[in-house]
């Protein structure tokens, strides 16, 4: 561990403290310039005190910043604000959610290796594995999410890691993390979760015995759509070696986006809370409805995890999908029916979104893969926002009546 990570260690004052309070606190550094606020460092590079100096920093012998693709303090506030929240020995920062799944495969694994991802994953996670990764060796096998027996039964001699995304995008099935766990540890494997849909503010993979928690912080943790953004944490041994790829790869986050998300992270609980009440009511709202033939949402008794998603999650989320009785034809006409809401594929706004994943998210993936990942053509996930429920029902009620 480097000497400039001690130095940006927590305030001591913080030991003990609840989650709110780390969200707004964790890593922030009281200075008598910056006392209240979070300081943007929008450098590039750092200034040394002598030719010594410089020599020392760059030999990691004495602590301090050399350059903002290794360490700039702002990003560094928000992975020490991250690794808080996630009760993580330490965080890392990377410029999008997938220059997270990327950091995390080329730090930790080799060409020869085998590497199980849960079937139903983000598109472009996919698409890295079987466009990208493949080319250098590495395998990759996609086991059903929540079949604990088909994980165990997919393992291989040369299986290093296992990632999974619990809730998945969009059709929000889960696993029992600290089962699989168990299971990876048993074979001598890690467990990496994609906490993207929960954020530490409902799940924390790691107290439950995951390796690995990564996120798109573009999503939850922004919180407005305003920019992209990653980060993974965990145990220091294997956060230093992803430090190590950033630093010479270079898909490390910017210190204004940093600055973003240590304001995003300020508000997540009261929003993920908010934003998961809404969408409980309209998933139970929406399954009543003639012309939704089912609607995939963890909250509801009717899922198989209900019970699962009771004991994992603190919330159930703010996404919510749902197939339309029609098809590609109806889900599109329900979509352009809407008013309020915004057409669009990002998620974890205020602003409530709705999308088509079978011809957006998913639509790059070949009509097998979209198959696998249970994506159908009736399919349409809606992301909940901040807005009134009633205008929200309201605009759902436009989409129901154009079917
Ligand atoms: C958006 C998303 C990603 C990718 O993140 P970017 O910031 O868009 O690169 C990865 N996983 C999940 C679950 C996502 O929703």
Redesign the pocket.
């Known amino acids: 561990m480097s000497q400039d990570w001690e130095a940006g260690r927590l305030d001591s004052d913080l030991e003990g403290v609840g989650f709110d309070t780390l969200a707004v606190r964790a890593g922030q550094h009281r200075t008598p310039e910056a006392e209240h606020g979070e300081a943007m460092f929008l450098t590039s590079s750092y200034v040394f005190r002598s030719a010594a100096d410089a020599a020392a920093r760059f030999a990691g012998e004495v602590p301090g910043n050399v350059y903002s693709r290794y360490t700039n303090p702002t990003v560094r506030a928000f992975e020490e604000r991250i690794a808080a929240l996630e009760g993580a020995e330490q965080a890392v920062a990377t410029a ?4 997270a ?1 990327l950091a995390i495969v080329m730090s930790l694994c080799s060409s020869g290796d085998h590497v199980l991802v849960s079937r139903s ?2 598109g ?2 996919i698409s890295l594995f079987e466009k990208y990764l493949k080319r250098f060796g590495i395998e990759v096998d996609y086991p059903p999410l929540a079949d604990l027996g088909a994980w165990e039964a997919a393992f291989k001699p040369n299986t290093k890691l296992l990632f999974v ?1 619990s809730p998945s ?1 969009p059709l929000a099935e889960l696993v029992d993390i600290a089962a699989l766990a168990e299971i990876a540890h048993s074979r001598g494997a890690l467990l990496a979760v ?1 906490n ?2 929960c954020t530490p503010a409902l799940q924390q993979p790691l107290k439950l015995g995951a390796d690995i928690v990564m996120h ?4 939850y943790i922004d919180g407005q759509g305003r920019g ?3 980060v993974v944490a965990g145990r220091r041994a294997q956060m230093e070696l992803l430090v190590g790829f950033l630093r010479t790869a270079g898909p490390t986050l910017s210190p204004f986006n940093a600055w973003m998300f240590l304001k995003g992270l300020e508000t997540l609980r009261v929003r993920m809370q908010a934003q998961s009440a809404s969408a409980l009511e309209l998933a139970q709202w929406l399954e009543t409805q003639p012309g939704i033939d089912k609607v995939y949402y963890a909250g509801l008794p009717s899922h198989p995890q209900h019970e699962l998603a009771r004991r994992q999650q603190s919330a159930f989320g703010a996404v919510v999908s749902f197939e339309v009785a029609g098809g590609k034809e109806a889900a599109w006409r329900f979509i352009d029916a809407t008013r309020v809401i915004s057409i669009t594929t990002n ?1 974890g706004d205020t602003k409530t979104t709705i999308a088509h994943p079978a011809t957006t998210s998913h639509g790059r993936l070949s009509p097998q893969e979209r198959a696998n990942a249970g994506i159908r053509d009736s399919l349409v996930r809606v992301a909940v926002g901040l807005e009134d429920i009633a205008d929200l029902k309201a605009d759902l009620a436009r989409g129901l009546a154009a079917l």
């Open positions: 999008s959610g997938m220059a799944i994953v983000f472009s996670t995304e995008n994609d993207c849909f798109s912080a573009t999503k992209l953004g990653g998620l």
